[in-house]
């Protein structure tokens, strides 16, 4: 399991579960956000944080003053806010001119409404022409889809044979879904949003394929 990201992106960094494995992907991003909590994580690691955004009502007091302290640009947000700290800081990146976006800590941890929440804001900000992959210690989140969003129709997945890939219709339905290099197949197919049709594939070698015409399709990749 591998994330393929080409040219620059911006990483952000939230309270879920995250893991030491992740940095080299978050030290290679130009620009590294801490939403709130995820400034702890990255103060461990010695990442330098380039902006800090949130309430600031989960994170450990002595993190945030060792994140604010080495100065980085400080975004404070009101407690009672009608977005999440994640939706601020993809709403910083995409202002910023970012057309990728790798957001780690947003999968796990204690909330599993704001796991949710993030899960939605992969095809909210796909409309506006921002690319969010989610990066778990185990899985990567990501999406292909047709027209009226960012023209990704197709995606190479790079993991181990044996690796766990399954589709998620976001859209009523997924038209010409086409998947390579997995044990079942498929060409040309319709796939219904709430179906389990695309659940629990596996990769038959290192890569494998993704590939739609219409609609929004999210694909989970899960080390085995």
Known sequence: MDVNLSGEYAAIVGGGDVSPRLTDHLKRASLVVAADSGAEFLLAQGIKVDVLVGDFDSCDPVALKGVTGAGCRVIELP???????????LE?????GYRTALMAGSMGGKRVDHEIANFFLVERFARRGLDVVLISPRSVLCHVSGPGYMGIGERALTGQRGDWVSLFPVTEKVRGVTIEGLEYPLHDAVLER???LGVSNRMTGSDARVA?????????VTKE
């Open 79 to 89: 407690v009672r806010k009608d977005v999440t700290d994640t939706e601020a800081a």
């Open 194 to 196: 709430g179906a389990t």
């Open 92 to 96: 910083f990146v995409l202002a910023e």
């Open 212 to 220: 739609v015409s219409e609609g929004f399709l999210m694909v989970a």
